[in-house]
């Protein structure tokens, strides 16, 4: 038996990622059990792949905290005598598992790619070396395993299939010395690299010798998408951007982005090993034959100082200014 902990977005409806764990969990077992801890979910949209569904509500102060869900969790899971434990990898999700390895006692395996039961063990493939290789390793059975989300294609629920739903009754009180206080969304000079949907990248072409780096409308078309901005090592070296938004072999590596806009990049074969796994890349580029344009989905060959301002007038007529509204308005576009 498996079990999957089902990612939920504001603890009310399952992300996509939540299929795609249920999906990677028939390889494990015969029979995969789904838990969701929610604060409101509407039951008759869970369909899922699986053989049962465990429900926990808890407050909607209460869910955004990790020791809560661990707590929950492990009652819950003390009752069970379930193999591995598989979760989608997220900040909040790699603190439940290893939460949960810890008061269970058992071995915690963190940004796999795959895994397949062989016999009386799980064989595990992950990324070593920034994504350079592959390290095949072997696990126990009864291990939690977080998956690299990267490697969780969206997929949508295709069953109709309602499972059976429990629901579970558990006092879990967490730790009394964690409080929620508010939510606040973050601006686009909050949000880490790696952890935003939308990423705008500069590189040496915003460079101007004068100074006038026009970073002003940069910053416009970050508002509008609300996304963090990196750059490229040259950007980097030119003080464009700090030292730790560099994207590349010797930076970051974009693995949560849905898109990536990269504005005056040439596209170094170091620059795209930052941007292998984003999902769409808008270039902005003056040189029609930039390498950047063979990964690109959308194209604009182009002065940047001229496709800017223009790609923030379209945004803002067309959704506003909501970043999601706009992501999706870019996706569908790319
Ligand atoms: C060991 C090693 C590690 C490295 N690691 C990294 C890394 O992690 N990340 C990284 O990015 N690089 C890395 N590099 C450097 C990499 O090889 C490239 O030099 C670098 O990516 C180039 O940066 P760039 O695209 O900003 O600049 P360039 O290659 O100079 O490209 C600038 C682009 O801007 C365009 N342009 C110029 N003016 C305009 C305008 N007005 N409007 C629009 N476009 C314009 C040009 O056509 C050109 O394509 C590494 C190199 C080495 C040797």
């Known amino acids: 038996m498996t079990l999957c902990y089902i990612p939920l977005l504001d603890g009310k409806q399952i992300k996509p990622e939540g299929y795609a764990l249920v999906e990677q969990a028939k390889k494990l077992g015969d029979s995969v059990t789904a838990f969701i801890i929610h604060c409101g979910i509407d039951e008759q949209t869970i369909r899922l792949d699986c053989e049962d569904v465990h429900l926990i509500e808890l407050p909607e102060k209460q869910w ?119 939510k606040k969304k973050l601006g686009w000079e909050e949000i880490g690299l790696t952890e935003a949907a939308c990423v705008i990248g500069i590189g040496r072409g915003v460079y101007s010798l004068d100074g006038n780096n026009r970073l002003d409308m940069i910053k416009e078309l970050a508002k509008v998408f609300n996304a963090p901005v990196g750059g490229s090592k040259v950007a980097d070296e030119l003080k464009l951007v700090p030292k730790e938004r560099r994207i590349g072999s010797s930076g970051v590596s974009l693995d949560q982005a849905d898109i990536y806009i990269a504005i005056g990049i040439s596209g170094s074969s170091q620059h795209l090993d930052g941007i292998k796994n984003v999902k769409h890349i808008l270039a ?32 803002k007529n067309k959704s506003g200014v909501n970043n999601s509204e706009n992501i999706s308005h870019l996706k569908a576009s790319v």
């Open 284 to 315: 902005i580029n003056i040189d029609p034959a930039a390498p950047i344009f063979k990964r690109a989905d959308l194209g604009i060959v182009s002065d940047f100082k001229e496709a800017v301002p223009q790609l923030v007038e379209i945004i």
């Open 64 to 182: 955004p905290i990790s020791s809560i869900h661990i707590e929950a969790f492990r009652s819950f899971q003390e009752k069970r005598t379930d193999e591995a434990i598989l979760f989608s990898s997220s900040p909040m999700a790699n603190e439940i598992a290893a939460g949960l390895a810890f008061k269970l006692d058992r071995p915690l395996v963190n940004n796999v790619m795959d895994a397949v039961r062989e016999n009386q063990h799980l064989s595990i493939k992950k990324e070593v070396y920034g994504g350079k290789a592959c390290l095949y390793d072997e696990t126990g059975l009864c291990s939690i395993i977080t998956y690299d989300s990267a490697f969780l294609p969206p997929v949508k629920s295709e069953t109709d299939r309602r499972a059976p739903a429990f629901h579970l009754h558990i006092k879990a009180e967490g730790n009394a010395n964690i409080r929620f206080i508010e």
